[in-house]
């Protein structure tokens, strides 16, 4: 491969109290602009999932935020975008969330996301993200095998049987809402991944809000 930029794009599936939460970090490789035009697969950008993490039902949002921020800390991943889910837990336990980041560590560019069952992914000081987005941002890169797994990964086997068993429920033409946007109660892994594909492969547009 070219020399290009490499990045990081972290994912936070923040569940509601009694559910899962999961984080993950995806290592974004850019190829060298001079072969942007290229249509070589290895000149497309490549997606490494570096780090995966799992929390018990139960854990505490302070001790979710300690662990991200640790995450964070780390020298590679001082400047990556950390894309935090509250569609479960709403906004008031994200800013809580924040607020003890950074508490810890001195920013965090943090990138909310809503996720719907409508068709429009909407901008203002949040992102409102259809899951058929997302869902079909992971399908082109394992398709396309831009997206890479560490060996050894934690909780790796454990995303690949989510993947297995993942499937997108049609939501009614007309909502907007989020009702439904959960296949299951063990999604969390594919949805931490997801939403640092998604803001990897959507960079241009998000990057306003960061």
């Not at 049987?161 to 033409?173: D, T």
Request: hydrophobic content about 40%; aromatic content about 8%; glycine content about 6%.
């Amino acid at each position: 491969m070219n020399a290009g930029t490499t990045a990081f794009s972290v994912g936070l599936d923040l569940g509601q109290a009694g559910e899962f939460s999961a984080l993950s970090a995806v290592e974004v490789h850019e190829p060298d602009p001079r072969y942007r035009w290229s249509r070589e697969p290895q000149q497309e950008r490549q997606l490494y999932l570096r780090y995966l993490q799992r929390w018990p039902r139960g854990a505490s949002y302070a001790e979710i935020a300690a662990d991200v921020s640790s995450l964070l800390g780390t020298p590679p991943l001082k400047n990556a975008a950390l894309v935090v889910d509250q569609t479960g837990a709403g906004r008031p336990v994200v800013d809580m969330v924040r607020k003890q980041i950074r508490q810890l560590i001195r920013e965090v560019r943090l990138v909310r996301v809503t996720i719907t069952g409508g068709h429009t992914t909407h901008y203002n000081s949040d992102c409102y993200v259809p899951k058929t987005e997302l869902v079909s941002v992971m399908q082109v890169l394992l398709q396309s095998r831009r997206l890479h797994f560490a060996k050894g990964l934690a909780h790796g086997e454990v995303l690949v049987k989510e993947l297995q068993n993942f499937r997108i429920k049609r939501p009614a033409p007309t909502t907007e809402q989020m009702i439904d946007w959960r296949e299951g109660e063990d999604d969390d892994l594919v949805f931490a991944v997801a939403l640092a594909c998604w803001r990897a492969e959507r960079r241009l547009r998000a990057g306003a809000l960061l």
